[in-house]
Every structure is written in C-alpha cells, then in structure tokens.
C-alpha cells in the first residue's frame, strides 16, 4: 500500500466562527438529560487576557465506557451518545459544553480515570493543541497518563466541582500554563 | 471488559519531521502569547485517541455544498468546482466523513464582524460550506475563488487565497484543519502562515492544482485538492521501533 504524506495543519485564523460553529454543538447531550453537567471555562493567553476567538472540542467515552466506533476491540456501543462537543469561545473568552461524566476505561498500565480528550484551535495557533479533563471528585490515582504529568502540573488537568458541572479554564502559555500533549 | 493487555489497537505514528509547523513561529505574531512554552508530553494512544466522531448526513443542510446557492442572488466572482479526496496515510479513502470549509468572498473580506477590511461584503456570499465524503472519500464543493486580503501582520501583509477545510478523519489523532491555497499565488513568499510548514514539499500539499478536465464549460473553473489526515498501524505489535 502505498504511502502518503499529510496535509499539514495551518491556523483556524480569526473567522472560524463563520464555518465551524454548530447550533446544537455545546450540547454533547440534549438539556434535560438525566445527568447531563456543564464543563464551563474561559482561554486565556500568556498575557492573562482572554481569547474569544478560540474553539472547544472535546470527544470522550460514553458513561458506560464504551465508543460508537468500529475501532474499539472491545465492539462498537451503538448507544447513540454523541461524544463530541463543539463550543467557540465568547468575547468573554468563555466556552461550555453540557455532557455527561465519562466512563472508566481500560489502558496499558491498568485503568484510566475518567476523562475527556479536548482541541484547542484558535487564530495564532499554527497546529491545535490538545489536553485532558479530569474531575476532582473522581479516583484520578491510577491514572497513567495524570502520573506521566509533572506532579506541580497535573492539577491544570483536573476540572473543578461547580454548582452545576464543572470548571475547566484553559491558559495557553504562562503562569499556570495547561499541560498540552503531543500525540 | 477486556482486560488491559488484551486491547488490540491500531496505532497512528506521528507525521515526518518538518510536515507541520512550530507552535511558535516568529513571522505570525498571534503565536507569541497563544502558543505553549513548557514541552508537550507524550499522550498514549489509548480507546479515547483511536476512536473519534463520525458525523454523518444529519450535519448537512441542502445546500451546504454549494455556496453560490445559498441566497436569492448569485455571489460575485469567479465560479469555482473544488473536488477531492479525504485519504489516510495508507491511501485508504474516509468514507461518509464530514468535510467543513470556510472563506473570504472574491473581494477577499470574510462576512464576519471582525473583518475592517474595506472591500465589500457580498449580500449573496456567506462563505461557508459542508459535504460529506463519498464512497471513494471523494468531497466536492461549488464556491467562488476567494480573494487576497490584507491582514497587518507585517509591513505590507497580504494573506494569499485560500479556503479554510475542517476534516474529522475517523481518530481523534487524525483531526485537521488546514487551508487550501491556489497554484503559483504571487503572495506565497511573504505569508508566514503558509511559510510556518518547514517542509517545501510539504508546504506544496496545501496548493491545490487546477483541473481542466473538471470545469464546467461557460460556467465554472475547478481545482483539486487531496486532503491527507494520519495512517495507521492496524496492531500495537507490529511496531517495535519508535520513529521519532
């Protein structure tokens, strides 16, 4: 089979509000879903200011721990969950996407801890950038990924208990900079 | 559930040296406070990074393919077919996968209220289309050529066209978005963003090619461009060596 290069990735640029935003993209699940959460949280740059010109995506397990994916070996859920989210972020710098908690799913090194895959883009970000939400009320100990994190980092994986979801703010350079993985 | 050493999982390696840009990268000022200074650290592909969305026919509109159809009036500008394939690393098309785009009208001046530029707006050109892949992973858009437009990025900035694409692949390691630009563009030399791939073949991936066999006589030019996301290994145990 023959092989081929990529297409490299190149800036969302400042307009990705006209073609990416979806009506229904926040909503991982419709409002009123039993234990349906918000994951709210504002992008800010290495000056502190925030960014409104950002896009959210996160992409999870379904609370079962199971995908709607040929790919999992495990075979594929069918449950119907989307487990995508879609939010650009306001003039505010704030984005939230309303979901439900993920399952605990197998791994290399023993079980992950529940977690949800986030994209960052943005106009100055040449490539997206992607990290990891955690839950503060969750076992997070024998996670591998969280352990493979700096200790004095990790906590800027670990989304903070809110009155109605919680709170998982993105800092793209500085001062308490998210960790970003490279995949 | 499977145990964990019973997980079988294909396995996307990472993208030759040089195929995408630094997330910093002097030329494009925006980087400097946006990019991550500490280093990224490796994330395991795992059930979450090997799985992805697959959105379907439920995320189009009628006419989300053609965007010289979506008003009463026709936009103005130069008509334009652009077609091709959404492809992995191992040429295996993406069937049925969403392909997004947006652009600047012929003008170059994006409807949005953040674009000052003083060139008009198009009441008849919103700039923003959806299709789904085919079969062979073939996409296919009717749009207008979008134009050149100036940006303050450096002394006398010019962005050259281009159309922005979204793409989903089927993995969430095979997420892209990148921008399409069109063969032999005069402003290529001095765009940063186009210039931030260190790679000169790779930085030529995002050039389309023109098509005549494609255009539509009395009506319409076309341009072809192939967008390729990330192969994969079918199994962790075919690989033992890491090419970094």
Redo the contacts between chains.
């Keep these: 089979?023959?092989?081929?290069?990529?297409?490299?990735?190149?800036?969302?640029?400042?307009?990705?509000?006209?073609?990416?935003p979806?009506e229904d993209g926040p909503f991982v699940v419709p409002e009123g879903t039993p234990g349906a959460f918000w994951i709210r949280g504002t992008v800010t740059?290495?000056?502190g200011?925030v960014?409104p010109?950002a896009m959210i995506?996160t992409?999870?397990?379904d609370p079962k721990?199971g995908?709607?994916?040929p790919?999992?070996?495990?075979g594929r859920s069918e449950s119907g969950f989307?487990?995508?989210g879609r939010c650009p972020t306001d003039k505010n710098g704030e984005y939230r996407v309303l979901t439900l908690l993920p399952g605990v799913?197998?791994?290399?090194?023993?079980?992950?801890a529940r977690?949800?895959?986030v994209?960052v883009?943005?106009?100055?970000?040449?490539?997206?950038?992607?990290t990891?939400i955690y839950f503060e009320d969750q076992d997070n100990s024998g996670d591998?990924?969280l352990a493979?994190?700096p200790a004095e980092?990790r906590n800027t994986l670990v989304a903070k208990k809110t009155e109605d979801g919680y709170r998982f703010d993105v800092r793209?350079?500085?001062e308490g900079?998210?960790?970003?993985?490279?995949? | 559930m499977a145990a964990p050493t019973d997980l079988r999982l294909p396995r996307y390696p990472r993208e030759p040296e040089g195929t995408n840009a630094p997330l910093d990268f002097a030329g494009y000022g925006s980087t400097k406070l946006r990019h991550p200074s500490q280093p990224l650290v490796l994330l395991p592909q795992m059930l979450t990074e090997v799985t992805g969305p697959l959105l379907g026919p439920g995320r189009l509109g009628e006419l989300d393919n053609d965007l010289t159809r979506q008003h009463d009036g026709e936009p103005q500008g130069q008509r334009i077919i652009v077609t091709g394939r959404l492809l992995d690393g191992d040429g295996r098309p993406i069937r049925n996968s969403l392909v997004e785009i947006w652009q600047a009208n012929a003008g170059g001046r994006y409807r949005h209220t953040g674009d000052r530029w003083p060139s008009p707006i198009d009441p008849n050109f919103s700039g923003l289309g959806r299709a789904l892949t085919d079969g062979d992973g073939r996409y296919e858009f009717t749009t207008i050529k979008p134009g050149a437009y100036p940006w303050k990025n450096h002394d006398n900035a010019w962005r050259p066209a281009h159309i922005h694409f979204s793409v989903f692949g089927s993995a969430f390691t095979q997420r892209l978005v990148t921008q399409m630009y069109f063969p032999e563009d005069p402003l290529f030399s001095q765009d940063p963003i186009f210039n931030s791939i260190p790679d000169e073949k790779a930085r030529q991936r995002m050039v389309s090619h023109f098509n005549l066999e494609r255009t539509v006589p009395e009506w319409a030019l076309a341009y072809d461009f192939d967008i390729v996301v990330r192969g994969s290994e079918q199994s962790v145990f075919e690989d033992e060596e890491d090419e970094d």
């Design positions: 089979m023959g092989e081929l290069l990529t297409t490299p990735s190149q800036t969302v640029g400042p307009y990705l509000s006209i073609g990416l979806w740059d290495g000056a200011e960014v010109d995506e992409w999870q397990a721990g995908f709607d994916h790919d999992d070996p495990r989307r487990a995508f799913l197998p791994g290399e090194q023993g079980e992950q977690h949800i895959d994209s883009f943005a106009r100055g970000l040449l490539n997206r950038v992607v990891r591998a990924v493979s994190v980092r793209l350079q500085g900079e998210t960790v970003f993985f490279a995949l």
